[in-house]
């Protein structure tokens, strides 16, 4: 995710629009994807190899976090749901297919 984030650097909400960052935030740039959300749901995935109940709660609190970095401005909508794709075809990948 580190490696694609500085290649894509995409300027983050509060840096295009001027607005301060409801978590302090001051980073510039490397807003696609988001690590937060990437990491969120590749632990979902992985309970949900585990335990389908475990899974699907955690799949739900990834989602609450996914929602509270847009919330926050820290990244647009694309950002998360880039990250929320990557980690989603990686986990049925190497969790359900391999």
């Given at each position: ?13 509060y ?70 794709a ?13």
């Amino acid at each position: 995710m580190t490696v694609l984030r500085k290649l894509i650097n995409e300027p983050r909400p509060y840096e295009k629009y001027n607005l301060p960052s409801l978590f302090n935030k001051t980073t510039h740039g490397q807003s696609m994807p988001s690590r937060h959300t990437a990491s969120a749901f590749i632990i979902a995935m992985s309970f949900l190899y585990i335990d389908f109940n475990l899974g699907v709660t955690a799949l739900f609190i990834a989602a609450l976090i996914a929602l509270s970095r847009i919330f926050a401005g820290a990244h647009f909508i694309r950002d998360v749901l880039a990250g929320i794709a990557i980690s989603i075809i990686s986990g049925i990948i190497f969790f359900f297919l391999i």
